[in-house]
């Protein structure tokens, strides 16, 4: 026989409630365990990945180029920034700051005249 529905008592029908209640706080845990996971999934499988073998891979390809002795070349620019960086390491080595001022300025006008 196909049984007959009926209407819950007060106290089936708290239950059911209560069962309602449970049950969505456990989806809405679920789901935010899953979108915690996938993040840190991500960083496993991907990131640690490439953050692994990047460095090898870029020396690799460093060392495999021919450009190698271009890229270590030390442009125009850097050189006249390291020669006015020793002069001026020169010129603060003298003793007296009135030898110091006569020789800065013997360098900023050699500066600014080229030489």
């Known amino acids: 026989p196909v049984p007959v529905a009926r209407r819950l008592s007060a106290r089936e029908q708290r239950d059911c409630e209560v069962i309602e209640r449970l049950i969505k706080s456990y989806f809405l845990i679920v789901r935010k365990n899953i979108q915690d996971s996938v993040p840190k999934a991500v960083m496993h499988f991907l990131v640690n990945h490439v ?53 800065l300025k013997h360098i900023k006008s050699a500066e600014i005249s080229g030489i």
């Open 51 to 103: 953050k692994d073998t990047l460095q090898s891979e870029l020396v690799g390809q460093l060392y495999k180029s021919l450009l190698l002795d271009d890229l270590l070349t030390e442009s125009e620019d850097m050189a006249q920034r390291r020669k006015e960086a020793a002069d001026m390491l020169k010129v603060l080595k003298i003793k007296t700051p009135n030898e110091q001022l006569i020789k």
